[in-house]
């Protein structure tokens, strides 16, 4: 494989946090595109998408355009679903619906019983 090859398909990562987003956007780009984001790899054939929920990314290898090809579906698609009350919350530790609930007191953030026992 050439330099120039391996440069166009590097991997590169979608940041997701920060404080140009909600908190919760990485859970909402969840929601939306599933806990193996096969939604994406629906949207994007041939790549290979890795969630990283402690640093808020996805790495995924590409160029550049396809990068920001990536970016700005994610942020159309999540920003067109908002959040509504009455929805079933997704837990930050198993990327799952909730199952038997356990909201803390300090953050009000909702997690499976199960993965905060375990």
Same mark, same amino acid.
């Given at each position: 494989?050439?330099?120039?090859?391996?440069?166009?398909? !590097?991997?590169?990562?979608?940041?997701? +946090?920060?404080?140009?987003?909600?908190?919760?956007?990485?859970?909402?780009?969840? !929601?939306?595109?599933? &806990?193996?984001? +096969?939604?994406? !790899?629906?949207?994007? &054939?041939?790549?290979?998408?890795?969630?990283?929920?402690?640093?808020?990314? $996805?790495?995924?290898?590409?160029?550049?355009?396809? $990068?920001?090809?990536?970016?700005?579906?994610?942020?159309? $698609?999540?920003?067109?679903?908002?959040?509504? &009350?009455?929805?079933? &919350?997704?837990?930050? $530790?198993?990327?799952? !619906?909730?199952?038997?609930?356990?909201?803390?007191?300090?953050?009000?953030?909702?997690?499976?019983?199960?993965?905060?026992?375990?």
């Amino acid at each position: 494989m050439s330099l120039v090859a391996l440069h166009k398909s !590097k991997q590169l990562n979608v940041h997701l +946090g920060g404080s140009t987003f909600a908190s919760d956007f990485i859970e909402e780009v969840v !929601k939306k595109f599933g &806990p193996g984001l +096969g939604g994406l !790899k629906e949207r994007f &054939p041939g790549l290979d998408f890795v969630l990283n929920t402690r640093h808020d990314t $996805i790495s995924v290898r590409g160029t550049k355009e396809v $990068i920001q090809n990536i970016r700005d579906t994610i942020h159309e $698609i999540v920003r067109s679903t908002s959040s509504t &009350p009455g929805q079933t &919350p997704y837990c930050s $530790i198993c990327l799952c !619906k909730v199952e038997d609930g356990y909201r803390l007191e300090k953050c009000n953030h909702e997690f499976c019983r199960s993965c905060l026992v375990d």
